[in-house]
């Protein structure tokens, strides 16, 4: 919920405020500190800002799309948006230890699916699909492999 916000532009006090306001709704005080909530904010804002400098940030973006007489209808966590198409960012909450693996037997479908649906939407592709998981730190990329089966890596 707090990396869906834009608590970049808002002050440290109102970051702090926001992180409170949004682990007390969850009703997680016993699990998670809203400190947590701020360092997880700074290190992806920092990746990003390293990463992808100038990108503008689609944060929880709407995407539905009807392929094939199906319905495919969801929220993107963060959609970057660059000169030549985009970048797809999920963010995850897995505390596991073994991430790679939970990537490509839960999501790799996801992530497909929102790839079409942007292209088929904005006519620019996904140029890379991101996994964030901000209790372990990390960022994973679902990369395209030869016979345009993905993986993650």
């Known amino acids: 919920a707090y990396l869906g916000t ?8 109102e970051q702090r ?11 997680v005080e016993g ?8 360092t997880a904010g ?32 969801g929220w993107i966590d963060l959609l ?7 970048v797809l960012v999920d963010h995850k909450t897995y505390p ?13 479908g996801q992530m497909a699916a929102y790839r079409g649906a942007v292209l088929a939407a904005t006519g ?3 140029l890379r699909t991101l996994i964030h998981f901000p209790a372990l730190g990390q960022v994973y990329e679902i990369a395209e492999v030869e016979a345009g089966q993905p993986t993650a890596s």
């Open 42 to 73: 700074e290190k992806f804002e920092a990746y990003l800002d390293a990463e992808f400098p100038g990108w503008t940030r689609h944060r929880e973006a709407a995407i539905g799309w009807r392929p094939d007489n199906q319905v495919m209808e």
């Open 96 to 108: 596991g230890n073994d991430p790679e693996g939970h990537v490509r037997e839960k999501y790799l």
């Open 17 to 27: 405020e926001l992180a409170e306001r949004i682990v007390g709704r969850w009703q």
């Open 80 to 86: 970057l948006e660059g000169p030549y198409g985009f």
């Open 124 to 126: 620019k592709p996904v």
């Open 6 to 13: 834009q608590f970049s532009v808002l002050s440290p006090t």
């Open 31 to 38: 699990t998670i500190d809203a400190s947590l909530l701020l």
